[in-house]
Structure formats: C-alpha cells, structure tokens
C-alpha cells in the first residue's frame, strides 16, 4: 500500500515539473512583411500623349474662310490667301490624353503679328509667357508660353478669339516669312522643380 502511494507522488510531481517547465518557452510573435516596391514613372499611360492639332479650314466663294466646327482635329496647317478686311480663322490647340502625373504644358508659337493690322495673340485666359526674370522665354525662336492652372486631359486652344485679324487698310503684299505662324507643343513631370522655368529649361532648352 505504501509503494502504491508512492509511486503516485512522484507522478504528481513529474507532471508538475513538465509544467512548471513549459513556462520557460520563448514569448514571441511576428508581423507580415513591408515590401519597397519601385516601378518606372510615367507621364502617360499606354495610349496617351500629347497632339498639337487644328480644326480644319476652308475657303468659301466669296474668298473668306471658315473652321469646321465638326470636322475631327488634323495635325496640319493651312494656307491663307489674306485680303484686307478679311479675318483669318485658325483654331490651334494642344489635346492631353492618358496623364498618368502632374506636368507642366508649355506652347511655342513662332512668328511675328503686325499690331492694328495683321494681328493676333495668345489666349492670355489659358496661357502666360514663361519668364526667365523679366524677359520671355524663346527656344529655338518660338515665344514658349505655360499653361495657367494644372494640366488635366483635355483640349487647350491657343489663340485669342480663334483668328487673325486682318485691318481694312492692311496692304498682304507686305507680309513675310517672318509673319508666318508655327506652333510646338511640350509638356514635362512637374515632381522635382521648382518653377516650371527651371523645368523648361532642364528639359527642353536648346541653349
């Protein structure tokens, strides 16, 4: 009777040992991972861009010209025959497609108007001139001109009014090349600088 006794003793006491021994197991616990993940920027996605484009014109009989409102955008420019008195229609415009990131859009426009008589101008509602200090900026001897406001997707025309103003009095055979109007399109991440002259400049600057 008294082996029996003891021998369950000493299994009380094992088992309390194992007990007492599974309190010292390590305390622990995890988190999930944090990747860092990089991937190339972008300033469009796969079918965006940027297009410099017009509404198409055409001569009437009577030698004026009109814009066809309903006509699609091309990527052309048109020749006038101008004749005093006779407004020159011309819709130009930059269309924004598929931006993936903030930008800066900027315009050049070449050429030089004859105030009072051939005359025409930026849209200064849509635009302004890109100053480097006090002075505009010019590119390979286009005027550039920014954006006001953030670029969205979109189609941004750049000429007052849609037109060229042609005075009464005005006499064309005094035109020259010099009065011939060509347009550039740009357009750059915004992330990075400070000004978007010092993102004109670091991007597109010919000098």
Do not use: H, R
Not at 27 to 36: D, E, F, I, M
Not at 159 to 165: C, D
């Amino acid at each position: 009777m008294k082996k029996k006794t003891l021998t369950v003793a000493i299994a009380l006491v094992l088992v309390v040992a194992l007990a007492v021994g599974a309190t010292y197991a390590y305390l622990t616990a995890s988190s999930g991972p944090v990747k860092n993940t990089f991937v190339a920027g972008k300033l469009f996605d796969q079918d965006g861009g940027i297009k410099l484009q017009e509404k198409e014109v055409t001569a009437k009989e009577d030698g004026t010209y009109e814009i066809q409102e309903n006509a699609p955008w091309k990527n052309v420019g048109y020749e006038y025959t101008v004749q005093p008195g006779v407004d020159l229609p011309k819709q130009p415009a930059v269309n924004v497609s598929g931006l993936d990131t903030q930008a800066y859009l900027f315009v050049g426009v070449k050429g030089n108007a004859i105030s009072g008589k051939f005359d025409w101008s930026v849209d200064a509602t849509t635009w302004e001139p890109l100053m480097n200090g006090n002075t505009q900026v010019v590119n390979d001897g286009y005027k550039i001109w920014v954006l006001k406001g953030d670029v969205q997707n979109g189609t941004y025309e750049i000429l007052t009014g849609n037109k060229i103003v042609v005075n009464d009095e005005f006499v064309p055979s005094t035109l020259t090349a010099d009065n011939n109007i060509e347009f550039q399109a740009y357009i750059c991440q915004s992330a990075g600088f400070s000004s978007a002259y010092e993102a004109f400049n670091a991007s597109f600057s010919t000098k």
